[in-house]
């Protein structure tokens, strides 16, 4: 099937079936500067995430594991949504996406006017303390240095889900309901290669839903669970889709 004939295929399902959810991941977010993690230009190809990413090395040296928090923040504050975070806003006005579960920590579909946001990974916009829990600006915090500090003494971490750490639980409930009650499940820029999260397509699945993949690359999901494999960019998939559906 060629390109326009797959966004006319998913157009139509999501146009007569209405009830739609969002899966999202890191590659939505690459249109608008923020690296992916897996890839060659990925996070995860200078950091290591076993000794950057989980709770177990930020409790052991805060310090070290700042100095990529501190990065990823600084890109994040500079970063403003892209076609793709409008195409899916403006799919939710439009009454045929019901809400967007995202792994994605940097607030960018919420910038582009969906309200409906399960952030399934927390937010980086704010810090926590892992003593007390007192919570402070993100940006506004880590100007006077890293690691930033509590009053109370201890480290702030950034609210959001380091790996060996639980999914929030409200998050990890509201997306199962979503994605269970959903007939169309879009996911769009996920590798599908971190759990939980990589099993929502296959929940919705389960219960029937019609599963759409955006991704410039094959991931696990394309052949196992995808209905329709939609080979290109967020921002082209979204606005092409929102298009079609208008009947421009
Ligand atoms: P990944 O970096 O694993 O995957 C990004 C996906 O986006 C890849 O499959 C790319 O092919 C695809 N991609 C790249 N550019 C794209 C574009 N312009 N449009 C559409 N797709 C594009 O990111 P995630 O799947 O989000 O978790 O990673 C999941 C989790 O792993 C993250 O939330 C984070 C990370 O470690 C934690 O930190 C707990």
């Given at each position: 099937m060629g390109a326009r004939d797959l966004i006319r295929e998913a157009a139509e399902v999501l146009a007569s079936r209405k009830n739609a959810v969002a899966l999202t991941g890191a590659g939505i977010s690459v249109e608008s500067g923020i690296p992916a993690f897996r890839g060659a230009q990925g996070l995860w190809e200078r950091y290591d995430p076993m000794e950057y990413a989980t709770i177990a090395a930020f409790l052991r040296d805060p310090g070290k594991v700042w100095i990529m928090l501190s990065e990823m923040i600084d890109i994040l504050a500079r970063a403003v949504p892209n076609a793709a975070h409008r195409g899916l806003a403006e799919l939710e006005r439009m009454g045929i996406l019901r809400s967007v579960i995202t792994q994605n920590v940097d607030g960018l579909h919420q910038a582009a006017g969906s309200r409906k946001v399960i952030e399934f990974h927390g937010n980086a916009?704010?810090?926590?303390?892992?003593?007390?829990?007192?919570?402070?600006?993100?940006?506004?915090?880590?100007?006077?240095?890293?690691?930033?500090?509590?009053?109370?003494?201890?480290?702030?971490?950034?609210d959001l889900v380091l790996f060996g750490e639980p999914i929030p639980w409200v998050a990890q409930g509201d997306a199962e309901t979503e994605a269970e009650g959903c007939s169309v499940l879009l996911v769009a820029g996920t590798s599908a290669e971190v759990s939980p999260a990589c099993e929502i397509p296959r929940l919705s699945k389960k219960r029937g839903a019609f599963v759409i993949e955006i991704n410039p690359e094959e991931t696990q999901l394309t052949r196992a669970v995808a209905d329709l494999h939609i080979p290109a960019t967020a921002g082209e998939a979204l606005s092409s889709l929102v298009a079609a559906i208008r009947g421009n």
């Open positions: 916009e704010a810090l926590v303390c892992i003593a007390c829990w007192k919570r402070y600006v993100s940006r506004e915090k880590i100007r006077d240095g890293i690691p930033p500090r509590c009053e109370c003494g201890e480290i702030l971490k950034p």
